[in-house]
């Protein structure tokens, strides 16, 4: 990892446009400060619908991203913030986008509203002094995806500076690095739960993991936004259920704890949520009146995601001897989850010490994008031309 390295970080994965400026330093030890942290949120834009549109999405990153970018830079102090002040920017002579800017057309040809937001925008005129960018890549909602990815080439381009992808499920495993007063010891077993993906990871150093298992169907953040909508409740349906659990008994309805039990002789580390949702869905058909528990319900829910989660990540955890245990993604800030694993985790023979990120930085956030930036970079040469960056809405570990 570079001393000193100052990383603008975009991302654009979901539902989130999300900018981060972030120094990194520090190689065996990663440290880092935050510059600064600006996301911008379109629960309203979704909330209709009960869930993410992706192409909505793809508008108002669009709409969005030179207005955060710029807010970003200010807050910073890299761009002016009164007329002829200028603070760590490098001034260029003005070009029009016909000339020298002529790739950004092609760049953003299936951007155009963002195209007419960045020429209109100083962030033509004012490089930024900063030592790289950073854009998710993928996994996430490809239209949403693209629209960062471009964006990013488009700066890199018009700025001049080095871009580094980033895959958005390393990015939430990096999140824990920042916070004061962190030791981490190895091996490190993380359990990363978002709406798309749940995943369970063991590092054996900074620089090497691998996946242990993952879920066959849904996600447990899906799972959660599928039971609250069938119980009425309100999009962004897991934070709001989460809610609603605490006036609730979470003994109150045996809901299934899918393949919480090892096979014979063997370990069993992969998920699945689909038939949990399921269980829900015809206990609600067969017994329409339990609909006006809706608090049992949905602290029984919460309490058998919970069960599988925490049990699973006690196993691996104890299976490879780790002496610190992740929690990560948006799943990350439910509350039970946190207690749980904390609770289970001083059991264990190792006795791990259970890190969650800061509450801000446990949804989609640029922050971890650019800490994952620097990261990687410590690694390996990660550095890919704006030419040739593209989105991968699949992307694996």
């Not at 016909?98 to 092609?106: C, E, K």
């Not at 054996?204 to 936004?225: I, M, N, P, Q, W």
């Not at 602290?299 to 610190?324: G, N, P, W, Y």
């Not at 930036?373 to 410590?378: D, F, Q, Y």
Request: charged fraction near 20%; proline fraction near 7%; include cysteine.
């Amino acid at each position: 990892m570079l001393c000193g390295m100052r990383i603008l970080a975009i991302e654009t994965s979901c539902d989130e446009t999300a900018i981060a400026i972030v120094e990194a330093a520090g190689k065996t030890a990663p440290r880092f400060k935050i510059l600064s942290n600006v996301v911008s949120s379109q629960v309203k834009t979704h909330a209709p619908f009960g869930g993410v549109v992706p192409n909505l999405a793809k508008r108002e990153h669009q709409r969005n991203l030179v207005p955060v970018v710029i807010h970003a830079l200010r807050e910073a102090k890299l761009l002016a913030v009164a007329r002829g002040q200028k603070l760590g920017v490098r001034v260029r002579k003005k070009k029009t986008l016909t000339t020298s800017y002529l790739p950004l057309a092609t760049i953003l040809e299936r951007e155009p509203d963002l195209l007419t937001r960045l020429g209109a925008s100083p962030l033509l005129t004012h490089v930024p002094a900063i030592d790289a960018l950073a854009v998710t890549i993928g996994p996430g909602l490809a239209p949403a995806l693209w629209v960062g990815v471009n964006f990013a080439r488009a700066l890199a381009y018009a700025w001049g500076k080095p871009l580094i992808p980033v895959n958005h499920m390393e990015a939430h495993l990096y999140s824990n690095f920042y916070g004061p007063r962190r030791t981490f010891h190895y091996p490190i077993v993380c359990l990363t739960v978002s709406g798309g993906h749940t995943q369970l990871i063991v590092l054996k150093s900074l620089k090497k993991y691998r996946v242990l298992g993952e879920t066959r169907d849904d996600a447990a953040g899906e799972a959660f936004d599928k039971g609250a909508r069938l119980l009425g409740i309100p999009f962004p349906g897991g934070p709001h259920l989460a809610k609603l659990a605490r006036q609730g008994n979470p003994a109150a309805f045996n809901f299934p704890r899918p393949m919480i039990n090892p096979p014979a002789g063997g370990q069993n580390h992969e998920f699945s949520f689909a038939g949990l949702k399921t269980a829900l869905l015809y206990l609600l058909r067969d017994n329409p009146t339990f609909i006006q528990r809706k608090a049992d319900l949905a602290a029984s829910f919460e309490a058998a995601i919970v069960d599988v989660l925490v049990i699973k990540t006690m196993r691996a955890a104890r299976e490879h001897r780790a002496h610190t245990i992740f929690l990560a993604g948006g799943v990350a800030a439910n509350q039970k989850l946190r207690r749980e694993l904390r609770k289970q985790a001083k059991l264990l023979p190792t006795a791990p010490r259970v890190y969650a990120p800061e509450r801000n930085l446990s949804t989609d956030n640029a922050v971890m994008v650019a800490m994952a930036a620097a990261i990687a970079t410590s690694r390996r040469p990660t550095t890919v031309s704006w030419q040739y960056l593209g989105a991968d809405a699949n992307l694996g570990l």
